[in-house]
């Protein structure tokens, strides 16, 4: 191998889109949000960081450090929370009331169908926005139903663990002509 045919480094310059590599931040409904959200690391300092270099600098390229820290806390943050989303998600399903819990799946599914529709109409937009519009509604659809897979996994799992109830003994009446 001569040493023309060697690779070469070249650095890497990070841009406010490479934040959009992953998918989006989940979206924490407002019921549960207290519970979820409860302890989990907001990155917002990191983020302050960032737009502080970003108005000092003017331009991201002095900024790599500030970019590549955030990303990564904010990656951290959305996995806990996309887990902690779907542990609610089962808990209620296990907990609530089984006309209430049908009563959320539904309501899920509908959420699931409308993002479903908005994304295939997002389909349709070109450039930057159509790109942002489509990235931004399938990771609200993808999080949305695994919300409600886990739904459905607590209300199956109950179903399961709860005893038949007893059926009340029958009485025979016996009728004679």
């Known amino acids: 191998m001569d040493v023309d045919s060697q690779p070469t480094m070249e650095e ?9 590599t992953g998918p989006p931040s989940p979206v924490v409904p ?3 949000s207290s519970h979820v959200l409860e302890g989990v690391e907001l990155c917002d300092g990191l983020l302050r960081n960032l737009f502080l270099c970003l108005q000092i600098h003017d331009i991201e390229p ?25 542990d609610s998600e089962r808990k209620l399903g296990l907990s609530m009331p089984l ?10 599914e509908s959420e699931v ?8 109409l ?15 509604l399938h990771g609200c659809l993808t999080d949305t139903r695994k919300r409600l897979e886990s ?25 004679f002509w």
Not at 12 to 20: A, F, N, S
Not at 152 to 175: H, L, S, Y
């Open 113 to 120: 169908t409308k993002l479903e529709r908005r994304l295939i």
């Open 99 to 108: 006309d209430q819990a049908n009563e959320r799946a539904a309501q899920l």
């Open 30 to 32: 407002q019921d549960i």
């Open 62 to 86: 002095f900024c790599q450090d500030e970019i590549a820290m955030y990303r990564q806390c904010a990656e951290r943050r959305d996995k806990e929370i996309r887990q902690r989303l779907q």
């Open 151 to 175: 739904l459905k996994q607590g209300m199956e799992n109950r179903q399961r663990d709860e005893p038949v109830p007893a059926q009340p003994p029958t009485t025979r009446r016996w009728f």
């Open 122 to 136: 997002a389909s349709g937009m070109e450039g930057v926005d159509g790109f942002r519009q489509r990235w931004s």
């Open 12 to 20: 890497t310059i990070l841009v406010g889109d490479d934040l959009m």
